[in-house]
């Protein structure tokens, strides 16, 4: 009886401090989603959410035609965090931003609930069944070359700068002629 009496005792005592562990636990989760919303909110917004994407596609080709580059799509929207994040970071990279600058005629274009640009999308080869971000290359007479799936280029909670220098430099005209 003794036994009994001091298990239930150990038992009462050690539940206050199983909540009180629980609660911490709860508190640490929503610290550290607070502080991951507010990386993204620290990001630079880059999708215009009121453009016309066919226009502003139309705009990337006529630039790409005169300057002899390709042009990529960034499809996704600003409540996108992993968007944000590959705008970040390829801006932020000097090698990548100098390959991206020299080889492509580089476009955000947008999604959302308030500006879905259905026709952009079907015109870019409906690339959301990849998630988002989604890239798609387009050659200078706007045919869809490649559509990339951003999952590929991801490590962790950021982007593997192998992966995204390799991807870039993979559709350029240079990497393109070597094949041939």
């Known amino acids: 009886m003794k036994k009994l009496f001091f298990a239930l005792m150990a038992v ?25 919303k507010s990386k993204q909110e620290a990001l630079p917004k880059v999708y215009d959410e009121t453009i016309n994407a066919m226009e502003q596609i139309e705009q990337a080709l006529e630039e790409a035609r005169a300057t002899n580059r390709k042009v990529i799509c960034q499809v996704g929207g600003n409540w996108c965090p992993w968007c944000l994040r590959f705008a970040n970071f390829i801006t932020t990279d000097a090698e990548i931003s100098s390959v991206v600058k020299e080889n492509y005629v580089y476009i955000h274009v947008n999604t959302s609930k308030e500006n879905k640009n259905e026709e952009a999308l079907k015109r870019l080869g409906n690339p959301g069944r990849f998630g988002y971000p989604v890239f798609v290359i387009l050659d200078r007479e706007g045919n869809v070359i490649h559509i990339q799936n951003s999952s590929y280029l991801e490590q962790d909670k950021s982007y593997d700068r192998k992966k995204v220098l390799d991807f870039f430099l993979n559709w350029t005209d240079k990497a393109i002629e070597t094949l041939k």
């Open 12 to 36: 009462a005592l050690a539940l206050p401090m199983c909540a009180q562990n629980k609660k911490s636990i709860s508190n640490t989760k929503t610290t550290s989603q607070t502080n991951e």
